[in-house]
């Protein structure tokens, strides 16, 4: 089946800081969503974006479905922005309808 | 904007029981979905339900487990002797066509003692 890594595993800010997650995919996909899994355990979507660019506040997303990546980027990041984000595909062939989710990045913001 | 909702938030039972967790797709969705996961660990896909029937499923939905939409509204997640292993949050989700955007519940935390 697909294959989802994301980059890097944790990271710790402070606030107010930038910062850019990573998720690369083994195979093509129809299907690309980003979640924040927050501290209650809830999943947040956040993006739906198989290509492409979009922009939601502080948050952007860009696909790069030729090259089978997907960036996340956090600006301006506060306290309530930790957690964890879950990077999750769904392949145009053989996968069904279902979502396949990475490993996830961890991300604390300190004062 | 509409959502996925799930009952219960949380619900604790002794190993051998049988668990039923219950959702609430959005309403004009066709495609439904269970999900779990273990503490700790990333989300991983149990099965997915479309036309009345069981569209995919995963090794780990195996005969323990069962779904079913009993009337137009409700569609659930039964595990009919659980083990301590099945100690888990179980996420419904739903999406109204193939490769669209899939939403998820709040999700029901199983602990099995």
């Known amino acids: 089946g697909i294959q989802v890594e994301q980059s890097p595993p944790d990271l710790i800010l402070q606030e107010g800081a930038n910062s850019t997650l990573r998720c690369n995919f083994s195979?093509?996909?129809?299907?690309l969503q980003w979640f924040h899994q927050n501290p209650w355990g809830q999943l947040i979507n956040l993006f739906y974006?198989?290509?492409g660019t979009k922009q939601n506040g502080r948050l952007s997303a860009t696909t790069v479905a030729t090259e089978r990546y997907s960036l996340l980027y956090i600006s301006s990041s506060q306290t309530t922005d930790s957690g964890v984000y879950f990077c999750?595909?769904?392949?145009?062939?053989?996968?069904?309808?279902?979502?396949?989710f990475g490993t996830g990045t961890q991300l604390k913001v300190e004062l | 904007e509409p959502e996925v909702t799930q009952t219960p938030s949380h619900q604790v039972t002794q190993m051998g029981q049988e668990v039923i967790l219950r959702c609430v797709p959005i309403?004009?969705?066709?495609?439904f979905y269970w999900y779990r996961q273990i503490l700790g660990q990333k989300v991983e896909f149990l099965v997915s339900?479309?036309?009345?029937?069981?569209?995919?499923k995963s090794e780990i939905f195996d005969d323990q487990f069962s779904v079913e939409r009993p009337d137009g509204s409700n569609f659930t997640l039964k595990i009919r002797s659980t083990k301590l292993e099945d100690s888990a949050m179980y996420f419904c989700a739903s999406s109204d066509s193939r490769g669209n955007t899939i939403y998820f519940g709040e999700g029901s935390w199983l602990t099995v003692v």
């Open positions: 339900f479309y036309n009345n029937e069981i569209s995919e």
């Open positions: 309403s004009n969705h066709l495609y």
């Open positions: 974006i198989p290509s």
């Open positions: 999750a595909v769904g392949p145009v062939t053989g996968g069904g309808n279902k979502l396949t």
């Open positions: 195979d093509s996909v129809n299907n």
